[in-house]
Structures are given as C-alpha cells and as structure tokens.
C-alpha cells in the first residue's frame, strides 16, 4: 500500500519561507519521478513542480520559477520543496505524488492521495 504523507505548511507572511516534505512508503521511492501539486478552495489542482527519480532533472510552473526548488533524498524516501517569496497566491493545500508522463501531460501516478498541508500567506 502507498503511503504520501506531507507536511510542513503553515501561516506565513508575504516574502517569508517555508519548506514542506513528503514522505513515501510502500513503493521504492528512487524508481519514481516524483511531484509537487496544489489545490486552492474551488479551484482545480495544478502540477507546481517536478523531479526525475534520480533527481538530476527539475521542472517548474512558470507561476513558482525562480521561488520554489523541488529536490528529494533517496536514501530518506522524502521529497521536498522549498518556498522563497512567498505570495498570498500561493495560498493552497498542497500535495505529493509519483507522475506519468502521457497524453503530452504530466499526471498523477498513485489513486492515494496524501493528506496534504496547508500553506497560507497573509499579513
């Protein structure tokens, strides 16, 4: 059974910092190309960024370039993502999971969905 646990959102202000993690079980963590999604209220989910499974290749939203770095210990099972300039737009719950590449897209690999952590950015 997959198991993707994320934490390490919070509140923050505009400008601050914060690094979320996520950990995987279940799966051999190193096999997989891996991503950071998130998801505003009412909104739909949008892929924010990704990372080959050896992580020597990144790919971002043009929306968090130049803020966000998405990088991953194998030897831990974790992925993380750390987020510089924060803006109240970034405001979501946000979440990992393998991908697939088909179709031209991205899209998530695992049914199971983490619990997710909030991120919020507000003075």
């Known amino acids: 059974e997959v198991q993707l646990v994320e934490s390490g959102g919070g509140l923050v202000q505009p400008g601050g910092s914060l690094r979320l993690s996520c950990t995987v079980s279940g799966v051999t963590f190193s096999l997989y190309g891996m991503s950071w999604f998130r998801q505003a209220p009412g909104q739909e989910r949008e892929l924010v960024a990704q990372?080959?499974?050896?992580?020597?290749?990144?790919n971002y939203a043009d929306s968090v370039k130049g803020r966000f770095t998405i990088s991953r210990d194998n030897t831990k099972n974790t992925l993380y993502l750390q987020m510089n300039s924060l803006k109240p737009e970034d405001t979501a719950a946000y979440y990992c999971n393998a991908v697939d590449f088909y179709d031209g897209n991205y899209h998530p690999r695992f049914r199971a969905w983490g619990q997710g952590t909030q991120v919020t950015v507000s003075s």
């Open positions: 990372i080959r499974s050896t992580g020597d290749s990144t």
